[in-house]
């Protein structure tokens, strides 16, 4: 038992060190040069894509009235005028680009129906973002890793 105690508080003790050397000065130089390369793109520059999915289910999109629950007979996202379908995926090539988000819908046969338009902007790093839905929210569409973007008066 003590032998597999000493055994163990060796192997912790060897574990532990590392050994590190210290870049002389010049290869500090060099280091530092090549930090500052101004050729290579830096972290703030990087463009990175974004993939949104159009996360809307079909129970988002009932209706409740007091008469009933209404499903739209037609209900169309569009994200920068390019239809996602509900489980789709679309690619946004820079992540400083606004995110403009549509959808059409249609209720009893064209009876009622509308459109309506939201822009967002994508967080900083963020990779994807899901597109949900809900008649009480004000502005329907929403957008997760994402900011809305107000409108602008003409």
Not at 5 to 29: D, G, H, K, Q, R
């Amino acid at each position: 038992m003590i032998g597999s105690s000493l055994y163990f508080i060796a192997l912790l003790a060897t574990a532990e060190l590392e050994i590190t050397e210290n870049p002389t000065p010049e290869i500090a130089v060099e280091m530092v040069d090549q930090k500052t390369d101004s050729s290579e793109p830096t972290e703030k520059e990087e463009i990175t894509c974004v993939t949104i999915t159009n996360g809307i289910e079909v129970d988002m999109l009932n209706y409740k009235h007091w008469t009933g629950t209404y499903s739209p007979d037609v209900f169309t996202v569009y994200i920068n005028d390019t239809i996602v379908e509900q489980g789709q995926t679309y690619t946004l090539t820079d992540s400083k680009t606004p995110v403009v988000i549509r959808f059409d819908y249609s209720f009893m046969n064209g009876i009622r129906k509308g459109t309506k338009t939201v822009t967002y902007a994508i967080n900083d790093k963020a990779t994807t973002a899901t597109v949900t839905f809900s008649w009480l929210d004000t502005h329907k569409i929403l957008l997760d890793n994402a900011i809305l973007t107000p409108k602008k008066d003409a």
